[in-house]
């Protein structure tokens, strides 16, 4: 890019941090598997934890030096465990993905069957094929077979997933581990309907629950462990608004097997600094998290109505449109996912395009999809409420289908912004949402 000297590029680096902060700032922040952690988290991820190894568990760690590693890191499991009424929490998987493959490990071989729900269907490509070098086919080798889906009601289908089951018996493909949840994920999944079916199979079950685990914590969506499932897996930075990170819940009988599978199996640092800001995430999330994610889906409800109302084509129209912090848009009738995406950008509001059911029949792939997928879960965190998304709802609309000229309303987009400026439902908040915070 340039040829300048060390100290220019150093320079450089630190120019776009402040400007990328300042543009958020300034922007509505959509993106559904995104989210502001308070100024404590941000306090726990600069300390020195950040520095150390703490390879093992607390009390049996290979490395002196983790007396304080260890207080926090008891305290974490202990919150973790409290927060989603859980026997047993593993703190150490260093994100979604990496707590997926933790249960892959402790759960299942290479050459087993497991059923997870397609991408098009909602599902991450964590659960994917090894032919889409999805972690679950790519790394461990699993063999991937689809829930029934039914795109009216935008869930799975749980008589033809049970038939489906049947006829893999029969083929003596029977799934070793069925997954639930993934990353569009609008309506609760059947897990209550499906767990005791599954279980007849001898299948371990998994929610993967890295998109609702804030809705989870706060009593608003489902609550996995009382439906029948064995582990639970999350991302801790999507409605779950802490450091980025992964978790691994489980019942006590489960615990080994996945505290092998986590260190030595798929750790060595388990980025000390954000455990730190995990433990901090779920004593926020005790207290403040029923308001949050009450509030969160009340919002996305809020937005996919204005979303109609404006004359947008909203999914899951039959259910109410979501349960969740999303809202999903056809957004055919104006181009692609891919254009909208870009356009709404230029109007400092950042969404992203989305697979929807449909998509792969009518060959349309991950660049330029027939949709765009909102969240509610970061303007909710600044304090946004139902008519906060009224007004956002206006500016999607006037880009998308009055096509304004996008400068103008990122003007009104950053006006708009000025009243949003803390992190809310924090114990702390002196310090704003997206301040940058220099050391040098
Ligand atoms: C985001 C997501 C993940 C991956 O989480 P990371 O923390 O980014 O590794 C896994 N599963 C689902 C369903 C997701 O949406």
């Known amino acids: 890019m340039t040829n300048n000297s060390n100290k220019d590029a150093y320079d450089e680096v630190f120019a776009s941090l402040e400007k990328h902060n300042k543009w958020f700032e300034d922007s509505i922040p959509l993106i559904a598997s995104e989210n502001i952690p308070s100024p404590a988290v941000r306090e726990a991820i ?23 590693i260890d207080e926090v890191e008891s305290q974490c499991m202990e919150l ?18 990496v707590a997926n493959l933790a ?13 997870a729900p397609s991408i098009p269907a909602g599902g991450h490509i964590s659960h994917g094929k090894k032919e889409h070098s999805g972690t679950a086919g790519l790394v461990h080798g699993l063999e991937i077979e689809f829930f029934a889906f039914d795109s009216d009601e935008m869930n799975i289908d749980v008589e033809k997933t049970k038939t489906k089951v049947e006829e893999l018996k029969k083929q003596d493909r029977l799934p070793k581990i069925a997954m639930f949840g993934g990353s569009v994920f609008l309506f609760p999944h059947p897990v209550k309907e499906l767990a005791d079916f599954l279980k007849s199979y001898d299948m371990h079950i998994n929610y993967d629950a890295a998109h609702v685990a804030g809705l989870i914590a706060g009593g608003e969506f489902q609550d996995p462990l009382r439906e029948g499932v064995d582990t639970m897996t999350m991302s801790t930075h999507k409605t779950l608004f802490g450091p980025q990170g992964g978790l691994v819940l489980a019942f006590e009988k489960n615990a080994d097997a996945i505290k092998k599978a986590t260190f030595p199996g798929l750790t060595s640092s388990h980025h000390i600094h954000h455990m730190a800001g995990k433990a901090i995430t779920f004593a926020e999330a005790l207290e403040f998290g029923h308001d949050y994610a009450t509030q969160t889906v009340k919002n996305a409800k809020a937005l996919a109505v204005a979303l109609n109302d404006s004359g947008f084509k909203v999914l899951g129209e039959k259910k109410g449109y979501t349960q969740s912090h999303q809202t999903v848009v056809n957004v055919l009738d104006y181009g692609d996912g891919g254009k909208i ?14 697979l929807i059911p449909g998509d792969l029949k009518a060959k349309r792939h991950y660049m330029h999809p027939g949709g765009i997928r909102l969240g509610s879960s970061e303007v909710t965190r600044l304090g946004m ?12 609309k006037q880009i998308v289908i009055d096509n304004k000229n996008a400068k ?14 803390k992190t809310q439902y924090c114990f702390d908040n002196k310090l704003g949402a997206y301040e940058y915070v220099k050391l040098r």
């Open 80 to 97: 973790a465990k409290k927060l989603f009424k859980s026997e047993f929490a593993d703190v150490r998987p260093i994100s979604g993905v």
């Open 341 to 354: 995406e870009a356009d709404l950008e230029k109007a400092n509001i950042i969404v992203n395009r989305q």
């Open 385 to 396: 409420k139902e008519s906060e998304m009224q007004q956002i709802a206006s500016f999607i």
């Open 408 to 421: 103008e309303i990122a003007t009104q987009v950053t006006e708009f912004r000025k009243s949003f400026q």
């Open 46 to 68: 600069i300390s020195d934890f950040g520095n150390r190894y703490a390879e093992g568990w607390p009390g049996e760690r290979v490395y002196a030096g983790c007396t304080y």
């Open 103 to 115: 249960i892959y490990s402790a759960f299942s071989n290479p050459g087993d069957v497991m059923i």
